[in-house]
């Protein structure tokens, strides 16, 4: 479908009844060491289109999310800005629009759960639902971008996409010299483990709690919910939700992209 055949804000707001939109945040800040030297990893390119380009039309694809918060690299947020509108703009739309999603730019911070609450903080008004999503993910399908909002919609107060693991995994004791032997711990039933995904899904109020309260480091926003004591539950994930994270990972997100260029042909 293209944008300009896609409902407004306010045609959206419409049809859906007493809901308020969807807001979506996504860290955009990391540096991307593991993927080795070069541009930020959002910026890195994937057939020629940032990544994070990619990552809010995965989002925007939703005709649930109606504003898209973009957490760019600390130094980084007006070039963010300008990409954002170079690649809006063909559609016809506004500068800070994308069809019918809106979106905003701000800078982010040291670690991910920093960019994450400056994120949160830029929110305004009217958005009971809030996705946290990687530009790191950028192929995840829009499908599991609606079967969260659904959970959330439906009562849960934080969503993961989940997949099941095909790696037994142990837990070690890491050793003080990264490559020296460690002597594992224990081995974790692997048919109760979950690899997690973004977008995480949460009501509002419990995702900007668990921001203000939670000071651990984490490396999801889930678990911040956890550590508040309340319930979070999962829906299945998308194997094309992978994070990009090493570089054999832009080979498997550029042959995503093809694959699906060329079931689009038929
Ligand atoms: N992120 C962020 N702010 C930070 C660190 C990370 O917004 N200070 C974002 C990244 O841009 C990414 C997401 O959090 O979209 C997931 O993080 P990760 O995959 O670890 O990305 P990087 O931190 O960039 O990669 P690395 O850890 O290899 O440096
Ligand atoms: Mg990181």
Do not use: Y
């Amino acid at each position: 479908m293209s944008d300009d055949s896609r409902p407004s804000p306010a045609q959206v707001r419409a049809e859906t009844g007493p809901h308020t939109g969807v807001a979506a945040v996504i860290p955009a800040a990391g540096r991307g060491v593991r993927l080795g030297p070069g541009a930020p990893k959002a910026l890195r390119t994937l057939n020629g289109t940032p990544m994070l380009i990619h990552a809010v039309r995965a989002l925007a694809a939703s005709r649930h999310v109606t504003l898209v918060v973009v957490v760019a690299p600390p130094d980084g947020a007006p070039e963010v800005k300008s990409l954002l509108d170079a690649h809006a703009l063909p559609g016809g739309t506004p500068s800070g629009s994308w069809g019918s999603t809106d979106f905003l730019v701000v800078p982010g911070g040291e670690s991910r759960q920093e960019s994450v609450k400056l994120g949160l903080d830029a929110l305004p008004p009217g958005h009971d639902v809030v996705l946290v999503h990687d530009a790191a993910r950028p192929l995840v399908p829009v499908d599991t971008v609606d079967a969260v909002i659904e959970a959330v919609r439906d009562g849960a107060r934080a969503v993961v996409p989940a997949l099941p693991l095909a790696d037994t995994v142990k837990e070690v004791e890491p050793a003080a010299t990264p490559g020296d032997p460690e002597p594992v711990v224990a081995t974790p039933a692997r048919a109760r483990l979950r690899a997690v995904q973004t977008p995480q899904g949460f009501d509002r109020d419990t995702l900007v709690r668990a921001h203000e309260t939670v000071t651990d480091d984490v490396t999801d926003d889930a678990s911040m919910v956890e550590q508040l004591g309340l319930q979070v539950v999962t829906v299945p994930g998308h194997e094309e939700a992978f994070k990009v994270t090493r570089p054999l990972d832009l080979v498997l997100a550029e042959a995503v992209l093809a694959r699906r260029r060329l079931n689009d042909g038929f």
